[in-house]
């Protein structure tokens, strides 16, 4: 989960100057005024910052080849965060830019998330319409070379880097998946990822189909009117509607919140805490259900991450969703985007966000309500020859309604098919009607 904070830098700088000054500050003071500035004061770790000039000096004087002190520093900078946790990382301009284009919308690339798992780049979920999905990467899959270079050893911003580049160009990634004993070797075309985030249509008369696959700065309002459309298309009212959020790596935090919003009339949807004041905050929903309280079933599974688990998570809270799927990935925490000058950031994490019910899904994941494994649905080859009806007797008896069966089955439609061919939207809808059918019977 990223946010921006375009202040970030002001608060950051102050804190680098006030340490900075600190030590003539207190020259300059009265004695009580001293003791008191010594009291606020941060200790700093002398010692260490002794060890990192020598280990600094050591380099510069014995390292093979000559290594620029900008060069350096960036190199400590990136260590520093790269120790902290696997989201946590410095962005030079480049980095930076790239990141803005992709909360945006449209960027260059592969079309995967990924983070850092023992040195090696762990796919979190393949992006819905891209070159990665297309060519056949899947959540989970580890990374562990470049076409020809070895990712071990690299930073997370290095890696992308390699893996960025002219649209039409090939890399051949190599994957190690599990449950296969020899690695793969995967080749996938680079392009320009346009992301349209959310796509939707009606799966059966009255059932609605909404997959959100990121969440970006308008996802939301394309959510809604999304569901306004197939509300229309089914007569102004829905039976049920099944929310996809299956291989969502997340995105924006306002996304995430109002597209929970969209489902909910009241209540806390997400609140996050962290060490300083600006990292707590909580956000509720405001009146209004988008389909009017119709069946609602979320499918998730392990390439689920971060916003996906914050929506997954308040409709489960609140219970106004199934959770159906597999338990998700586990991505709990906050990544705050702090502008360092005009060009550079730090990316850090400042906060673990909560469910309602306050529960932290950092590392743990978000459980389904109904737990599915992996199945596929498989169409009984060969003709289908039926089994003789009471209608195929010869002088049988008519009902008397005035009504008779239709000579030919209908042609099966594309969402059916979808249908049959993925195993949990086929469960995910069977409980929809379920669910209807209870409402219409009152129990």
């Known amino acids: 989960m990223i946010s921006l904070r375009p202040d970030a830098a002001v608060l950051l700088l102050t804190t680098v100057l006030v340490l900075g000054t600190l030590p003539a500050q207190a020259q300059q003071s009265a004695e ?10 941060p ?14 000096g050591r380099i510069k004087q014995d390292y093979v080849i000559d290594v620029s002190d900008d060069d350096l520093l960036k190199y400590a900078i990136q260590g520093m965060l790269a120790g902290l946790d696997p989201h946590s990382s410095f962005l030079d301009a480049e980095s930076f830019r790239d990141i803005r284009i992709g909360t945006s919308g449209q960027f260059g690339g592969l079309g995967i998330e990924v983070g850092m798992e023992d040195g090696f780049i762990k796919v979190i979920s393949p992006i819905d319409d891209t070159p990665a999905k297309a060519a056949g990467v899947q959540a989970g899959d580890l990374i562990i070379r470049l076409d020809d270079t070895p990712v071990k050893g690299m930073t997370l911003n290095e890696a992308v880097k390699l893996m960025r580049g002219e649209p039409g160009e090939d890399i051949i990634l190599t994957i190690v998946r599990e449950g296969r004993d020899q690695p793969l ?12 985030s959310v796509r939707s249509h009606i799966l059966e008369e009255g059932y609605g189909y909404i997959r959100v696959s990121q969440f970006r700065a308008r996802t939301g309002e ?50 996050t805490e962290g060490r300083i004041a600006d990292s707590k905050l909580s956000f509720s929903a405001t009146a209004g259900d988008v389909i009017d309280g119709a069946p609602l079933v979320v499918l ?13 998570g308040a409709l489960q809270d609140h219970t106004r969703a199934l959770v159906v799927g597999s338990p998700t990935f586990g991505k709990g925490s906050v990544q705050t985007i702090m502008p360092i000058g005009e060009e550079t950031a730090l990316k850090l994490t400042t906060a673990r966000y909560y469910t309602p019910n306050g529960r932290s899904i950092q590392a743990e994941g978000i459980v389904p309500d109904i737990a599915l494994g992996r199945v596929r649905l498989a169409a009984i080859e060969g003709q289908d020859i039926g089994r003789i009806k009471e209608a195929d ?51």
């Open 43 to 56: 200790e700093l770790p002398l010692q260490q910052l002794r060890l990192f000039t020598e280990v600094f």
């Open 300 to 312: 998730v599974n392990g390439g689920s991450a971060s916003a996906s688990e914050i929506v997954a």
């Open 222 to 271: 394309n959510l809604v009117a999304a569901a306004n459309k197939l509300k229309e298309s089914s007569g102004g009212k829905l039976k049920g509607m099944v929310l996809d959020l299956r291989n969502n790596p997340g995105g924006v935090l306002n996304g995430a919140v109002e597209v929970s919003d969209a489902f909910l009339d009241e209540g806390l949807i997400v609140y």
């Open 32 to 41: 009580p005024a001293q003791e008191q500035d010594e009291q606020a004061r």
């Open 393 to 443: 007797l010869s002088r049988h008896l008519e009902n008397g309604n005035g009504k008779k069966a239709a000579d030919s089955k209908p042609a099966q439609s594309p969402a059916a098919a979808q249908i049959v061919d993925d195993y949990p939207l086929h469960e995910a809808l069977n409980l929809l009607k379920g669910l209807h059918l209870l409402r219409k019977t009152g129990a």
């Open 185 to 196: 070797k995967i080749t996938v075309t680079r392009a320009i990822i346009k992301v349209k």
